[in-house]
């Protein structure tokens, strides 16, 4: 049996693309709905937004505060979206469907595919209980179906689903809407706008300079720190750090810089005559992709607005305009198209501008040239706060990969077919984990707390082993942890192999015979000594089985997973491309706590050294995340 391969990249799986579930609806009992629902609350209607996707349909977000949780788990105020609604003059309609600000309704809740939390019934999964504050449109007595739902929830208890992570963050309890939740003045405007992750790890987002050519009458010195004072005038007001990395000659513009690599290149000069037009001091812009979700989210959620992931910023300036050769309106154009390329729009593009406020911007589409340099105007901060908060930033995650073992009998070995979804935030706050998306070609995913196996659907022999930046998978499924605010990146788990286990003794031992064969000359255990999975064939200390799951060789003693500290500052390991690797800081060997962000080499660097931020434990150790 072959598995069958599906293509992920380029893939567009938008949430903004989905209709109404169901207008024409099949007769079902109370209690199928009940247990085809997978979450019921009671609740009124305090909020409702409409805004317009990228894909150009109308949505609406409502604020449902919850007054009763029948089935499932939630937040104080969950956040539920559906098709439909009235942004400026147009309206939109979809099956009829609508919610009424002040209603209390019965909600037989669901996911979308694309991830969030709807009524998959349209108007029949919303019934209205007394005091609504409108008349039902029905004879449905709402009061008493929940009476209902609630014997048969007492019943036959059902868990239901975890919807903590949908929070509506943008509504205030006092009932009114949190200020510029719905991301504006960034580019693209109106739609999806991307964002650099590495704020949210704490981590520096990296800059280089070209200054082949530079404005006549400036030094290298004025320039270079002309630069750095644009980049620290944005550090001040967000989460963003930004790090020099040092000179290099692009040859050629920047935006034509191939390396998707996440760092912001800067040309001093417009050598590659990159700029058009005489009159454009300078151009700033960004790069970015998404595999699966068109509508944002693999950049991360911040307070309700979905971003796609920046791969790569660029800048060019024009070196032989005159107004240039001034120090400090040469500061003031780099301020402002690092602005753009940290995804800001012009506050303004009318040249006669009368609001001050968008005239004095660092983002107002022409330049002040009156000595300010890198000074932000009091329009600039709360807009790019959108992108990169100050307090509260979204938590991150990793991509994971499976390499599935598969046998006459379905394997039940600890270990094999299974990865663990870990999510990490700066805050130190609680996450929920949600995952979408998942596919079903040759086999499931089931998740048990936040470990995702896979169940092949059947015994597939060997199949082509999938390189993890291809793209591709025999199988996926995305996650993502909430904060209750914010999200992190849509993260995907793609299964990139299955390798079969003949299973001499009839029951699977976890490891494939490939492996044996390319390790041991055959896939028989019991053909040699010391060959079985709990064996230490080298006698390293770690068994073939735990070899096989670290990437080691089990025939070499000197192949395993071993640490090592330099100048007590920096840890050093042998990695595997794309494991993920969790280093950890103790004082009593008890109590243990990461003390570096978790590293995810991607490719096959060998030795991995870094730098430790947990100064003072006496012992380290380093945990690869099943």
């Known amino acids: 049996m072959k598995p069958l391969l599906i293509l992920l990249a380029g893939m567009a799986c938008l949430a903004g693309s989905l209709t109404s579930w169901a207008t024409s609806l099949v ?15 009671r609740g009124n209607v305090v909020a409702l937004d409409s805004y317009r996707e990228a894909s150009g349909g109308i949505y609406t977000r409502a604020a449902i505060r919850v007054e009763e949780a029948l089935k499932g788990r939630f937040p104080a105020v969950v956040e539920v979206k559906y098709r439909g609604g009235a942004v400026g003059h147009v309206l939109e309609v979809d099956g009829g469907f609508a919610l009424v600000r002040g209603e209390s309704l019965l909600l037989f809740l669901g996911r979308s595919p694309g991830g969030f939390v709807t009524i998959p019934e349209g108007d029949a999964g919303a019934v209205r209980v007394s005091g609504s504050g409108r008349s039902p449109t029905s004879l449905v007595d709402g009061d008493a179906v929940a009476a209902a739902v609630r014997r048969q929830m007492l019943e036959t ?22 200020s510029q939740t719905v991301a504006t003045n960034l580019i693209p405007e109106g739609g999806v706008s991307s964002r650099f992750t590495a704020p949210d790890r704490g981590e520096p987002i990296h800059y280089l300079v070209d200054a082949d050519a530079k404005p006549a009458g400036l030094s290298l010195e004025q320039c270079l720190t002309a630069v750095s004072n644009a980049f620290q005038a944005w550090s001040g007001v967000t989460s963003a750090r930004f790090v020099f990395d040092g000179m290099e000659s692009f040859g050629m513009a920047p935006a034509n810089v191939e390396v998707d690599d996440g760092r912001i290149r800067i040309q001093l000069h417009d050598q590659y005559r990159y700029i058009v037009d005489a009159g454009t001091l300078g151009i700033g812009g960004r790069r970015y992709a998404f595999i699966a979700f068109g509508d944002g989210g693999e950049g991360g959620n911040v307070r309700g607005n979905e971003f796609h992931p920046t791969s790569r910023g660029y800048l060019v300036l024009n070196h032989t305009a005159a107004s240039m050769q001034n120090a400090k309106t040469f500061e003031e154009v780099a301020c402002h198209e690092i602005g753009h390329v940290l995804s800001m729009a012009h506050s303004s593009i009318n040249q006669g501008e009368s609001s001050n406020t968008l005239r004095q911007a660092m983002m107002f589409a022409y330049v002040h040239a009156d000595g300010r340099g890198a000074k932000l105007g009091v329009y600039d901060p709360p807009v790019i706060q959108q992108v990169y908060p100050t307090k509260n930033t979204p938590p991150w995650n990793y991509p994971r990969f499976l390499h599935v073992v ?23 706050t609680d996450l929920t984990l949600i995952l979408t998306n998942q596919t079903a070609n040759n086999g499931t995913f089931t998740s048990i707390g936040r470990v995702l196996t896979f169940s092949p659907a059947g015994n597939f022999g060997d199949s082509p082993r999938l390189t993890p930046g291809s793209g591709q998978g025999y199988e996926s499924a995305f996650y993502r942890f909430s904060d209750g605010t914010n999200g992190s990146p849509w993260s995907p788990v793609r299964v990139l192999s299955f390798s079969n286990d003949s299973s001499p003794f009839g029951t699977s031992d976890g490891i494939p015979d490939n492996w044996m064969i390319q390790y041991f000359g055959n896939a028989d255990p019991s053909v040699g000594t010391k060959r079985g999975a709990d064996d230490d064939f080298d006698g390293d200390g770690a068994s073939n089985f735990q070899e096989f799951l670290a990437g080691t060789d089990p025939t070499g003693i000197d192949s395993v997973l071993r640490i090592g500290l330099s100048e007590s500052t920096n840890l050093t390991f042998t990695a595997r491309a794309y494991d993920l690797y969790e280093p950890q800081g103790s004082s009593d060997l008890v109590n243990w706590t990461r003390v570096a962000n978790p590293v995810q080499p991607t490719n096959d660097v060998g030795v991995v050294s870094i730098s430790l931020g947990g100064i003072g434990y006496r012992f380290f150790r380093l945990e690869r995340v099943p």
């Open 157 to 178: 208890p059902e868990d239901g689903a975890d919807f903590r992570g949908f929070s509506a963050s943008w509504f205030d309890a006092d009932g009114s809407t949190v």
């Open 406 to 428: 598969t046998a006459s009998t379905t394997p039940n070995v600890a270990g094999i077919n299974s990865v663990e979804l870990r999510g990490y935030d700066l805050d130190g």
């Open 27 to 41: 007769p079902r009992t109370l209690s199928e709905r009940v247990s085809r629902a997978e979450a019921i609350c």
